[in-house]
């Protein structure tokens, strides 16, 4: 693995060494067993968007790993005022060993990527958000003790979780139904790809229809960052699309509920099942940790790479 742009780039024997590498440094971790994978190494992660849990995961990561992160706001740095990517990517690449970069665009995380001559890393676009898929999947295999074959539901906007969890989900075995909005449906890049795994992909406008027997029910917010415009439109448009106790009632009994974060309690979720399944929420949110760590090791690092 030389860079994770999208988990559309990724095989399933890909993902999965992701997922045991990131439960081995868990453990280690918790154990005291050092892991010092990234000695001396830098990653430059550029933000053009807010971030509680990447920002502080990757930071901490790869502090972890023996390295060290610099955080580089769109705010400070010159392609804030308009310094093309491609010359950024050109510059960071002859100081830094790896950069992780937030943005709006997937092409420019591709660009990033094209003109750099180190690993990138997406830390969320419009289209796509890699590693919290990663983190997701992680947790469902603890929680679960198997991803093949699990029912996974997710209810809410056809956006970059959506695109995401669609293609890491159906790549890991799992049969997915989406429940969104008519026009809010992921673009046709991804439903072209699902449709290809046949009944095992299915998108319907009705949530309790879509969480019938789920092993997993994933929502996100209906208005993502860079909407902010489009707020009020979205809140009629998806009224009803929330993770409540009519839609847990038809999920599997030991189904769990899992939030990329942060979430609008009262809007896509309920507090009452946010506050339910707080522990496999926060776990997921922990295990952005170990599955980043993971990707750093695999991209950044001297072990053997696949
Ligand atoms: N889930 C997630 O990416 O959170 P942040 O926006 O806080 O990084
Ligand atoms: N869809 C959300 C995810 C946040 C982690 C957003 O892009 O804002």
């Not at 000695?39 to 990757?58: D, N």
């Not at 060290?68 to 010159?78: A, G, K, R, T, Y």
């Not at 804030?80 to 830094?96: F, I, K």
């Amino acid at each position: 693995m030389k860079q994770l742009l999208k988990m559309l780039d990724l095989s399933t024997e890909e993902i999965t060494e992701i997922l045991n590498l990131a439960d081995q440094l868990k453990y280690e971790l918790k154990n005291g067993i050092p892991h010092k994978h990234l000695e001396g190494k830098t990653l430059g992660m550029i933000f053009q968007k807010c971030s509680t849990r990447t920002r502080v995961s990757f930071e901490t990561g790869i502090y972890q790993l023996g390295g060290q992160p610099l955080f580089l706001s769109s705010n400070d740095l010159q392609i804030g005022r308009g310094e093309p990517v491609q010359d950024t990517a050109r510059v960071l690449s002859r100081y830094v060993n790896g950069i992780m970069i937030r943005t709006f665009e997937q092409n420019e995380v591709e660009e990033l990527a094209k003109y750099g001559s180190v690993p990138v890393i997406n830390g969320l676009t419009d289209f796509s958000h890699p590693c919290q898929v990663l983190a997701d999947l992680m947790t469902i295999r603890e929680y679960k003790n198997k991803i093949d074959g699990l029912n996974f539901c997710f209810i809410g906007d056809g956006n970059n979780m959506a695109n995401s969890l669609t293609v890491g989900c159906l790549k890991m075995g799992m049969n997915v139904t989406l429940a969104c909005p008519t026009g809010y449906y992921p673009p046709d890049i991804i439903l072209d790809f699902a449709k290809a795994y046949g009944d095992k992909f299915r998108i319907v406008n009705d949530p309790v229809t879509a969480a019938k027997d789920a092993d997993v029910v994933y929502t996100d917010v209906w208005a993502s960052m860079g909407m902010e415009d489009e707020v009020e439109a979205r809140r009629i448009a998806f009224r009803g699309y929330q993770v409540n106790d009519e839609v847990m009632a038809v999920a599997k009994p030991d189904a769990i509920v899992l939030h990329c974060l942060p979430a609008h309690k009262g809007e896509e979720i309920t507090e009452k099942i946010f506050e339910a399944h707080a522990d496999e929420i926060f776990e997921e949110a922990e295990n952005r940790l170990h599955a980043q760590k993971a990707v750093m090791v695999l991209v950044m690092g001297d072990k053997e790479q696949s």
